[in-house]
């Protein structure tokens, strides 16, 4: 069965640190990877997407990078973090029918 | 823009009743239909999904589609205090990408 990680669980980083967040998927090949981000309250705003290696889809100008360096992993990252990065962020993974499963989450709080 | 609307609630329910969420989206090219879950502090996961106009039953559950009017619905039978929790309606193309509603609470009383 498929199952996706991603750490850290919580992260509290100060305002200009950098930041990476890391997702793994396991038991599928050639998955479509997403992040998302969903600040307190609010719905979900997809930042990327990935369709395979290397292929990197930005949804929303920001200060977020997306990498994927190998098929089953997909990474975050930001040089410089704002206070408006806060939130809740999520990796999904699907291969069919667009269904997406999420893994556990991150919360990051920027201080 | 594509525009997934949903009451947000909250929608207060007693234990055993039906609960009826809506939602409404703006993309004439959306072809499938998810509805997922998400518990307080937890991600979300997927409940059901529907591709064609009518009626599709999982459970206590049951997805109601309308392509025409652009409607999908979820009803949620013999509610329970477990199903407290925000639903998330998510409309997709075929472009890889889900667009996501913000979401309707439902509490179920006892």
Not at chain 2, 26 to 39: H, N, P, T, V
Not at chain 2, 41 to 56: A, Q, V
């Amino acid at each position: 069965s498929q199952t996706i990680h991603q750490w850290p669980a919580t992260l509290v980083q100060p305002v200009g640190s950098p930041l990476s967040l890391e997702c793994t998927v396991e038991g599928t090949s050639n998955p479509n990877l997403y992040w998302y981000r969903q600040a307190a309250g609010r719905g979900l705003q997809l930042l990327f997407y990935s369709v395979g290696i290397g292929q990197i889809s930005s949804e929303v100008p920001q200060n977020l990078s997306a990498s994927r360096p190998q098929d089953r992993q997909f990474i975050l990252s930001s040089k410089k973090l704002l206070l408006s990065d806060s939130g809740f962020y999520l990796c999904a993974w699907s291969v069919l029918l667009n269904e997406q499963f999420f893994g556990p989450g991150t919360r990051l709080t920027v201080l | 823009q594509k525009e997934v609307e949903q009451n947000s609630g909250p929608l207060s329910v007693p234990e055993g009743a039906i609960a009826s969420l809506n939602c409404t989206y703006s993309d004439r090219g959306s072809q499938s239909f998810f509805w997922y879950r998400q518990y307080s502090g937890k991600s979300p996961e997927l409940i059901m999904f529907i591709y064609s106009n009518g009626d599709k039953e999982d459970g206590r559950f049951t997805a109601q589609l309308n392509k025409a009017s652009q409607y999908v619905s979820l009803l949620i039978r013999d509610s329970q205090p477990s199903d407290s929790a925000t639903y998330l309606c998510a409309p997709s193309s075929n472009d890889y990408k889900l667009s996501f509603g913000a979401g309707t609470t439902v509490t179920v009383r006892a």
